[in-house]
């Protein structure tokens, strides 16, 4: 069978920037890259005026654009009965461009996870998830081409960074999957998209202004957004902590998920090479600081790794650095490890993880495994299904 490191993905994925953090994660040949075409989701309501403006169209036509796209999920100018007929395709080519359609999807667990593969405007892949639970509908998405993070036990960071992608580009992600529970594709009949999480590829943080972009527009009552709370969003970073530092700034209630995967600097700076940069004490300083400005609890999330970061030391000084800060501020996320074919880094025994869990639980750390849909999907900080996705392409072409 094929492996990333042979198969041509013709994914547009170049070799990336890997080293770095923040501004600086990005790859050398990101500017060359070109941008993807400005869509609505991409304009501030006065860019929106003056396009529709030079259009010759009214400004009040552009809310209901807006509500279009926001309330009814519905890009399909042709379908717009308000819209004079002989300005359709115009407002189609000048708001709605095609920014991402699907390749390939998988479904799992009965239907109630739908994974799907999606094209960019340049023939980059990017991947999003859709899983339905008893009590909320969570879309995993992505904010970047592949990851500049590097880090050596996941599919996605040996891509590298191809680009960051546009808010547009990520809030369609959103419309998409919010269409889909409209129109009854998950089983069960119609139901809402509750939760997003940015899990998907790439380091959100490392896409401030795009991210912050989708986020607003994803927590804003339509017309203006989605209409989801922003406590139902969940960001998740590999701690770049510049950017942790101006979320708070941001006043807004979203959830912060921290992948640290060791407890100790030694070890971080192999699993994650981000942690030269910003080290744990660094990264628990800004997770706990936002738990203070939010009052949100912090998710640390935590890949299990056989003989590497799951025993019971680990689970030790874990427990003691996050009681360090306090009672009840985190909850910690071991997800048993979706291993890389060739990779010395592989799933926990079963009967390590139940220790993990339980030292945990005894030093009154809230802590709970994910289930195997979480693991499969959400992989190490959530972008190891890249792999998957591209060897299914390989065995269907
Ligand atoms: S584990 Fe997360 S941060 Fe690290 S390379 Fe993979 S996607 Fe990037």
């Known amino acids: 069978m094929a492996t990333l ?47 529709a403006r030079e259009l010759g169209m009214p400004a009040f036509r552009v809310k209901q654009l807006a509500q ?9 100018v042709a379908t717009y009965t308000d819209f004079p007929s002989n300005l359709r395709e115009t407002v189609q080519k000048s708001f709605f461009p095609t920014l991402i359609e699907p390749l390939l999807e998988q479904e799992a ?17 990017i991947e999003s998830v859709l899983m339905k639970y008893p009590k909320r509908v969570t879309l995993c998405i992505s904010s ?6 590097d880090c050596p036990f996941c599919a996605t960071g040996r891509l590298g960074l191809t680009r960051n992608m546009s808010a547009g580009e990520i809030l369609e992600q959103v419309r998409i999957a919010a269409l889909q529970c409209e129109e009854g594709k998950l089983p069960g009949g119609p139901t809402r998209l509750s939760n997003i999480v940015f899990m998907g590829m790439g380091e959100a943080l490392g896409n401030y202004k795009a991210m912050m972009k989708a986020i ?5 009552l339509p017309p203006e957004g989605f209409g989801i709370s922003a406590r139902n969003i969940t960001l998740s970073t590999v701690g770049v902590v510049p950017g942790i530092r101006k979320l708070i700034d941001e006043h807004i209630p979203i959830r912060l998920a921290v992948s640290l995967h060791a407890p100790s600097d030694d070890l971080r700076d192999e699993l994650v090479p981000m942690n030269k940069r910003f080290n744990t004490t660094q990264v628990l300083d800004a997770a706990h600081d936002y738990y203070a400005a939010t009052k949100r609890r912090v998710s640390i999330e935590y890949a299990l ?11 030790r000084l874990l427990a003691k650095r996050l009681n360090h800060y306090g ?21 926990s025994k079963p009967e390590d993880e139940a220790q993990f869990i339980e030292i945990l639980h005894n030093a009154g750390i809230s802590a709970t495994l994910r289930d195997t849909r979480g693991s499969d999907i959400d992989g190490a900080c959530g972008q190891l299904a890249a792999k998957e996705l591209a060897e299914d392409l390989v065995r269907r072409s």
């Open 5 to 51: 490191d042979t198969l041509d993905l013709g994914s547009g994925i170049t070799d990336g920037g890997t080293h770095g953090a923040f501004r600086d994660v990005l790859a050398k040949n990101h500017s060359r890259r070109g941008k993807a075409p400005l869509h609505l989701a991409d304009m501030s309501d006065d860019e929106r005026k003056n396009v």
């Open 216 to 220: 607003r527009q994803i927590s804003t």
């Open 327 to 347: 009672d009840d501020w985190v909850h910690v996320n071991p997800i048993p490890l979706n291993p890389i074919e060739g990779s010395r880094w592989t799933a």
């Open 109 to 125: 667990d009965n239907g109630e996870t739908i994974k799907t593969l999606w094209k960019l405007f340049d023939n980059s892949r």
């Open 68 to 76: 279009h796209y926001f309330a009814h999920y519905n890009t399909d």
């Open 305 to 315: 790794m056989k003989g590497i970061n799951d025993q019971a030391e680990h689970a």
């Open 144 to 149: 970047q081409v592949g990851c500049g993070m």
